[in-house]
């Protein structure tokens, strides 16, 4: 008698074919599903992120991490524009990496780079391409914010920023905290002729505090003009588009004269630059 | 066999010689079952068996035996749920070809509402992602946070929904009122109070209230209300019992 004869079902040619088939096809389920995860866990999504440092203003209250990043500035013609910083190529490793930074930006020691901007989605905006076709002058947006009356009155979106129009930053206000701290624009950079997914959304601030502070500090010496100040206005927390001078909640918070995002109520200080660390998120790759 | 017969051969349709009454040689069903070899002869003693067991159990048990225990699932139950599946697809499509299209305009990035807000029940949530004051700062840190403001609210969502999960759990009571158990239903009270405040806080910049003083009511509202409703319920016991206590004497009353 055979020792397992008492087995159900007997062990048979049949049986074992069978065995055979469905254990071959669990394993190459196994392998294939292994590969796929170690594939995508390792494949490159992108280049160019990493621990940044960069010139922002101050997060002052609110649950967002740190600050907005600043756009330096140049003034050319009357028109302002924000700079990019300078396109190098690199050989690394066997591979062309672009890199866009500017080391020792105008001599003030602070690497300027576009990782500056790269969280929240903006790194894979296409202005935000070293190669993209797009110039650097700010243009009003097509949509300011109802507070931001003299921008539809005065001037259309679109056009590019003149410094003309801002003659009157000095006593300009609006019906949102204090006058005569300066005159803001929601402006674009890098984004004419694309969707609103991929507009990157500035603001730009004319003050006098500005000028005054450029005479003490170098960065805002090299990264302001005439008082012009530039930030990427987009909010670390959870990328909402706050606004100077743009919100009645404001008050509430103690931040009318502050930037004021209305999701979360975060805070910024426009007037406080600090140096801010975070990790840039990689610009994903071209398909 | 009887063989008096000319016609010795056996019909197939049954007449003929070979067909005999059944008598006590002829084996019956089970008997042929109990015959048979291999598979079959396996799949009878299984059947068998469980049948015996079946039937034992129903006989050691008190359970009275009725005719009817449950309806079919078919056709009665399948019938039943076929109809009700039919009339909600039905009302779906209706709906979905009469109404017209809710066609919002796309989500613009590059400008944010004034008032942005999530719907209503999800103003809980959306409080909790405003928790950065009790975020703590450690000193072993030298003043900096263990964790950014944001995964704080994040995290704390998981803390609010782990609890929800684990109170079925600590309470296993058989209480149907919240007199028969004032501790928990003033948990109760106090998670729906916490429900409420939460949701305030979440729309903070919209209440006419100061921030700071809405922030200590969001905490301390749900904890008052806990107490109270604890107060209460102990005290409600008392005359609750005695009227579930006077309804039994009256149904029996004492020798």
Known sequence: ?287 | MADDNENTETRTDGSGPGIVAPDDEVPTWRERKERTQGLSRLTYEYFERSRREDQDLRQESSYVERDVLGFPTWPHELIRNLSLTSFFVGMILFLSATLPPEMMAVADPSTTPEIILPDWYLYWSFGLLKLGPLNPELSILGGEKLMADRTYGVVANIVVVGFIAIVPFLNKGSARRPVEQPFWGAVGVGGVVFAITISALAIKNLLPLDTHLLFDITFLAPIVATLISYAVLKSMREGYMFDLNRRYYRLRPPK
Not at chain 1, 169 to 179: F, K, Q, T, V
Not at chain 1, 244 to 255: G, L, M, P
Not at chain 1, 258 to 277: L, R
Request: net charge negative; glycine share 10%; hydrophobic share 30%.
């Open chain 1, 1 to 287: 008698m055979p020792e397992d004869e008492d087995k159900y079902p007997v062990e048979s040619d049949r049986r074992r074919f069978v065995k055979g088939v469905v254990g071959s096809a669990a394993l190459a389920g196994v392998g294939t599903t292994g590969a796929a995860a170690v594939n995508s866990a390792t494949e490159q999504s992108g280049a160019g992120g990493g621990a940044t440092t960069a010139m922002a203003i101050e997060n002052t209250d609110g649950p967002a991490p740190r600050g907005m990043p600043q756009i330096p500035i140049e003034i050319e013609d009357g028109e302002i524009k924000g700079v990019w910083p300078e396109v190098t190529e690199i050989e690394q490793q066997g591979q062309t990496v672009t890199i866009t930074q500017t080391k020792n930006y105008k001599g003030s020691d602070v690497t300027y780079s576009s990782r500056w901007f790269q969280y929240c989605g903006v790194q894979s905006y296409t202005g935000l391409k070293p190669e993209a076709d797009q110039e650097n002058f700010f243009r009003y947006s097509s949509s300011p914010p109802p507070t931001y009356g003299w921008q539809t009155e005065d001037v259309s979106g679109g056009d590019r920023v003149q410094v003309s129009d801002f003659e009157d930053y000095e006593n300009w206000e609006n019906s949102i905290g204090s006058g005569g701290l300066g005159k803001p624009a929601a402006v674009t950079w890098r984004s004419q002729d694309v969707d609103n997914a991929n507009t990157i959304p500035v603001t730009l601030i004319r003050s006098k505090r500005i000028e005054e502070k450029a005479q003490e500090n170098d960065w805002l010496a090299a990264s302001t003009d005439k008082g012009f100040m530039a930030y990427l206005n987009k909010c670390t927390h959870f990328c909402c588009v706050p606004g100077w001078k743009t919100s009645e909640q404001a008050s509430q918070f103690n931040a009318e004269d502050d930037v004021y995002c209305p999701c979360h109520q975060s805070v910024y200080d426009p007037f406080e630059i600090v140096e801010t660390t975070f990790t840039a998120l990689p610009v994903p790759a071209e398909d």
